[in-house]
Structures are given as structure tokens and as C-alpha cells.
């Protein structure tokens, strides 16, 4: 069974940083994925993908939060991370990490529970 745990949120001022780290099990390798993101939802707001990364490497963000994210993976210890800098109020958010894979032919999406990220003073 895969599953996705978040952790790194919390409590952040205005101007600081965050990294939140998602564990991935069930899967084997992450490098099995066709693709990894970071999603979040904003209070009243949809989900809205904040950031991803291919199998192959390549990364892409929302305009949102280019220059400030960076989305990493270790494909040894089956992680992805998500490096918040100079957060905004904005960024307030639960953030959520997806995995897509292909099996048998078909395409699966995977998610985990969330963590809550306030940039508040």
C-alpha cells in the first residue's frame, strides 16, 4: 500500500523559512513516479499545484512562488522536499504531497494527509 506522510509545518514568520519533507512507502523506489508535487489549498481557496518534479529530473513551479521554492528529492530515503523561503502571509496554507505513477497501463495518484503551514506575526 502507498502511502505519503508530510511533516514541516508550522508556525512561520513573515520573511522566514520552512522545509517540508514527504516519506513515501508502499512503492519501491520514488523513481518509479512519473511525477511528484506539492499541492496546497488556501483557506477558501482550491487546491492548487505549488511545485513538481518528473522522473527525469525536471522541476516546475507555480508563478506564485518561483525564486522562493525548490522542490528536491532523495531518491535513496524515498523523500521529497518542498524548501519555503521568504514566506508570505499568502503562502498560509495546507500543503499536500501527490505522487503519479503508471501501473498495468494506468495512471494512479497518491496523496497524502497534509500539513498546516501559517506565516503569520
Known amino acids: 500500500q502507498v502511502q505519503l506522510v508530510e511533516s514541516g509545518g508550522g508556525l512561520v514568520q513573515p520573511g522566514g523559512s520552512l522545509r517540508l519533507s514527504c516519506a513515501v512507502s508502499?512503492?519501491?523506489?520514488?523513481?518509479?513516479?512519473?511525477?511528484m508535487g506539492w499541492y496546497r489549498q488556501r483557506p477558501g481557496k482550491e487546491r492548487e499545484l505549488v511545485a513538481a518534479?518528473?522522473?527525469?529530473?525536471?522541476?516546475n513551479y507555480a508563478d506564485s512562488v518561483k525564486g522562493r521554492f525548490t522542490i528536491s528529492r532523495d531518491i535513496a530515503n524515498n523523500t521529497v522536499y518542498l524548501q519555503m523561503s521568504s514566506l508570505k502571509p499568502e503562502d498560509t496554507a495546507v500543503y499536500y504531497c501527490?505522487?503519479?505513477?503508471?501501473?498495468?497501463?494506468?495512471?494512479?495518484?497518491?496523496r497524502g494527509q497534509g500539513t498546516q503551514v501559517t506565516v503569520s506575526s
Open positions: 508502499g512503492i519501491g523506489s520514488i523513481f518509479g513516479a512519473n511525477a
Open positions: 501527490k505522487l503519479t505513477r503508471s501501473l498495468a497501463g494506468r495512471e494512479f495518484d497518491y
Open positions: 518534479i518528473t522522473r527525469g529530473g525536471s522541476t
